[in-house]
C-alpha cells in the first residue's frame, strides 16, 4: 500500500462525487434536507421541543446513511469487475480499499458539518469548546467506519447496486429507530446497546451538553464506537474481497 496511490484514487472518487448530480445529493444534500426538515417541523418552543436534543441524532444518521452509497458504488465495481482490473496494474486493493474508507470518511464529514451549520438557526447552540467540537467530529469519523464496513457487508450479499440499496435498511433503520431518533425505553434499550449508533448519539448528546470531556460515560461510548467500528471495517473488506468480488 502506497501513499502515493491512494492518494491519486482519494482524488479521482472525490471528483466523480463532484460530478454525478445524484451522488452528490445522496451523500451530501440529503442530510442537509432532512436537517431543515426536522428543523422546521420539530424545534418551536410551543411544541416543547429542542433542537438540542435532537441535532446528535441527525449527526449520526448523516454517517448512517453512508451504509446506502457504500453499498451503491461496490456493487457497481464488482459488476465492473475493477477490483480484478486491478490485478493488471502496480495498484493493489489495498490500495484501492484505503482510497475508498478515505474518501467516504471526508464525505461523512462533510455531511456532519452541513448538519452542523444548518442546525445553528434553529436554535441548536452547544455548551462546550472548541475542543469539545473537535472531540466530537473525531468521533463521528471514527464511526462512519461501521458505516463504511455495513456498506461493504450490503454490497457483498447484494446482487446487483438496486438490491444493495433495499438490502442497506436492513443496516439503516435498526440505527436510525433505535440509536438516534427514537427516545429509548426499557423494552427498547437491551436492542439500542448493541448497536454503535447508539453509544455515538449518546457521547455526541454529552458533549454537547457540556459533560467533562473525560467523564467515564463518555470514555466508555467512545472506546465503545472505536472498537466496534473498527471490527465491522475489517469484517466488511475480509468478507467483501473473499465472497463479494464474485
Given at each position: 500500500?502506497?501513499?502515493?496511490?491512494?492518494?491519486?484514487?482519494?482524488?479521482?472518487?472525490?471528483?466523480?462525487?463532484?460530478?454525478?448530480?445524484?451522488?452528490?445529493?445522496?451523500?451530501?444534500?440529503?442530510?442537509?434536507?432532512?436537517?431543515?426538515?426536522?428543523?422546521?417541523?420539530?424545534?418551536?418552543?410551543?411544541?416543547?421541543?429542542?433542537?438540542?436534543?435532537?441535532?446528535?441524532?441527525?449527526?449520526?444518521?448523516?454517517?448512517?446513511?453512508?451504509i446506502?452509497?457504500v453499498a451503491?458504488?461496490?456493487?457497481?465495481?464488482?459488476?465492473?469487475?475493477?477490483l480484478?482490473?486491478?490485478?493488471?496494474?502496480?495498484?493493489?486493493?489495498?490500495?484501492?480499499?484505503?482510497?475508498?474508507?478515505?474518501?467516504?470518511?471526508i464525505?461523512?464529514?462533510?455531511?456532519?458539518?452541513?448538519?452542523?451549520?444548518?442546525?445553528?438557526?434553529?436554535?441548536?447552540s452547544?455548551?462546550?469548546?472548541?475542543?469539545?467540537?473537535l472531540?466530537a467530529?473525531?468521533?463521528?469519523?471514527?464511526?462512519?467506519?461501521s458505516?463504511?464496513?455495513?456498506?461493504?457487508?450490503?454490497?457483498?450479499?447484494?446482487?446487483?447496486?438496486?438490491?444493495?440499496t433495499?438490502?442497506?435498511?436492513?443496516?439503516?433503520?435498526?440505527?436510525?429507530f433505535?440509536?438516534?431518533?427514537?427516545?429509548?425505553?426499557n423494552?427498547?434499550?437491551?436492542?439500542?446497546?448493541?448497536?454503535?449508533s447508539?453509544?455515538?448519539?449518546?457521547?455526541?448528546?454529552?458533549?454537547?451538553?457540556?459533560a467533562?470531556?473525560?467523564?467515564?460515560?463518555?470514555?466508555?461510548?467512545?472506546?465503545f464506537?472505536?472498537?466496534v467500528?473498527?471490527?465491522?471495517?475489517?469484517?466488511?473488506?475480509i468478507?467483501?474481497?473473499?465472497?463479494?468480488?464474485?
Amino acid at each position: 500500500m502506497k501513499i502515493q496511490r491512494i492518494i491519486a484514487l482519494l482524488k479521482m472518487e472525490l471528483k466523480k462525487v463532484i460530478r454525478e448530480p445524484a451522488f452528490l445529493f445522496l451523500m451530501l444534500l440529503f442530510p442537509a434536507v432532512l436537517t431543515l426538515v426536522f428543523g422546521v417541523a420539530f424545534s418551536d418552543p410551543e411544541l416543547g421541543m429542542s433542537f438540542n436534543a435532537m441535532a446528535p441524532g441527525l449527526f449520526a444518521y448523516a454517517c448512517i446513511f453512508i451504509i446506502m452509497t457504500v453499498a451503491q458504488s461496490f456493487s457497481d465495481i464488482r459488476e465492473q469487475g475493477l477490483l480484478r482490473r486491478l490485478n493488471a496494474t502496480p495498484m493493489t486493493s489495498g490500495d484501492f480499499m484505503g482510497s475508498q474508507i478515505i474518501s467516504n470518511m471526508i464525505i461523512a464529514m462533510l455531511q456532519v458539518l452541513l448538519v452542523f451549520i444548518l442546525a445553528l438557526p434553529f436554535g441548536f447552540s452547544p455548551s462546550t469548546n472548541i475542543g469539545g467540537i473537535l472531540l466530537a467530529f473525531l468521533l463521528m469519523a471514527i464511526f462512519s467506519l461501521s458505516s463504511v464496513g455495513l456498506g461493504l457487508i450490503t454490497a457483498t450479499i447484494s446482487k446487483s447496486s438496486g438490491t444493495a440499496t433495499g438490502l442497506s435498511f436492513i443496516f439503516i433503520l435498526p440505527q436510525m429507530f433505535f440509536g438516534t431518533f427514537i427516545p429509548i425505553t426499557n423494552t427498547t434499550r437491551p436492542i439500542a446497546m448493541v448497536l454503535p449508533s447508539y453509544y455515538a448519539t449518546d457521547a455526541i448528546s454529552s458533549i454537547y451538553s457540556g459533560a467533562s470531556l473525560l467523564s467515564s460515560n463518555l470514555l466508555i461510548d467512545f472506546a465503545f464506537v472505536s472498537i466496534v467500528s473498527i471490527i465491522i471495517v475489517i469484517l466488511g473488506i475480509i468478507l467483501f474481497k473473499k465472497f463479494g468480488n464474485k
